[in-house]
């Protein structure tokens, strides 16, 4: 089946670094990579995406690089703050072994902001 | 306006028992997903409607697992004869169309079996 690689499971950062999550997927012919935040107790909020088409997007200090022909992807937090701090999910769809597509996930990355 | 909504927020119950868990996707979403966390885990794929059907339910990890979605909306995932492996935080997502457009989560069913 398809899988997502997400490294690394731990971030620890003094608060103003910068932070970044790489994944690397397994279909080549995805197109679309969402990023989700999760603190406590809740469920993922969506917090960044992608389409294939295009190999950047930022949002304030989020930004989501996209490198198809190495299959990987990746969140950079910019000037992070302890409210940063929670678990961080990719996820890539694929067609492949399911009719419609569906998303699949990366295992995490616990990223904690020190102030 | 209004979120994904899942009911109970939390649930402990004997092993052995039966259990339904709730999902009412965001209004107009035809996509709705259910997935399951373990403590300190990533999410695991369970099902996906798309309408009242269910084109992938190759993540239903056995038989005692099983889910609807009546009028295109509202879904339950009920879980029979409950096992202790079973606990673990439920969560529904929905989505505007497929599997590439934005999924939006509820906060999740914590179920305990005792």
């Known amino acids: 089946g398809e899988n997502v690689e997400q490294h690394p499971s731990t971030l620890s950062v003094q608060e103003g670094d910068s932070a970044v999550i790489k994944c690397t997927y397994s279909d080549s012919a995805s197109n679309y990579f969402p990023w989700y935040k999760q603190e406590l107790g809740k469920g993922p909020q969506l917090i960044i995406d992608i389409r294939s088409n295009v190999g950047e997007k930022k949002d304030q200090r989020i930004a989501v690089t996209l490198n198809k022909t190495a299959k990987h992807f990746s969140l950079h937090i910019t000037e992070t703050q302890p409210e940063d701090s929670a678990v961080y999910f990719c996820a890539f769809y694929s067609r492949r072994g399911s009719t419609l597509g569906r998303l699949y996930f990366g295992r995490g990355t616990q990223l904690t902001v020190w102030p | 306006g209004a979120g994904v909504s899942q009911s109970p927020s939390n649930k402990v119950t004997e092993k052995g028992k039966d259990v339904e868990l709730r999902c009412d996707p965001i209004s107009g979403h035809t996509a709705l997903y259910w997935y399951r966390q373990s403590l300190g885990q990533g999410l695991e794929f369970l099902i996906y409607?798309?309408?009242?059907?269910?084109?992938?339910k190759s993540g239903l990890p056995s038989d005692r697992f099983s889910a609807e979605r009546t009028g295109g909306s509202v879904s339950t995932l009920t879980i029979q004869r409950t096992q202790q492996e079973d606990s673990a935080v439920y969560l529904c997502a929905s989505s505007l169309g497929g599997g590439n457009q934005p999924q939006h989560f509820g906060d999740g069913t914590r179920l305990s079996i005792l």
């Open positions: 409607f798309q309408g009242n059907s269910a084109p992938d």
